[in-house]
């Protein structure tokens, strides 16, 4: 689990690219890409990304899935497929997704609160052989 504590103001893009000390950074939003982030990442068998649907901590929700504002509204969200994340494919995420290997899943719960279940159904279905 990665947690990020940022703030990313959707309508001053360029900054948040040049300014961002790490997250812009780690998803290749600069103007030079990082190819080996890419490379590492579809390395996985699978990506999981959690969220958890009592979240009061991820602002705004569909960010745990990468989903992002329009890129002319900052209240409009549009899911990670129609984002330039993916469209470019910054971080190989359109390639795991084409792969089948781009797993999104929602828990019910709060920030980070993942119940042994939930728990127990990531192992069993995406980290055992």
Known sequence: L???QYWHDPLAEHEF???SLFLADINN?????????KENLQKLD?????????DTVV?????????????????TMVPLQ????????????????KAGK??????????LQLDQKSLDNIIQTYLKD
């Open 2 to 4: 990665v947690q990020a």
């Open 17 to 19: 690219a040049e300014n």
């Open 29 to 37: 939003q600069g103007s030079v890409k990082n190819q080996t982030y």
């Open 46 to 54: 699978n990506l999981v990304l959690v969220k958890f649907l009592k």
């Open 59 to 75: 602002d705004p929700k569909g960010s745990e899935w990468f989903s992002w504002f329009n890129s002319s509204s900052s209240t």
């Open 82 to 97: 129609q984002t330039p994340l993916y469209q470019e494919d910054w971080l190989g995420l359109k390639v795991l997704d």
């Open 102 to 111: 781009l797993k999104l899943m929602s828990v019910d719960g709060n920030h």
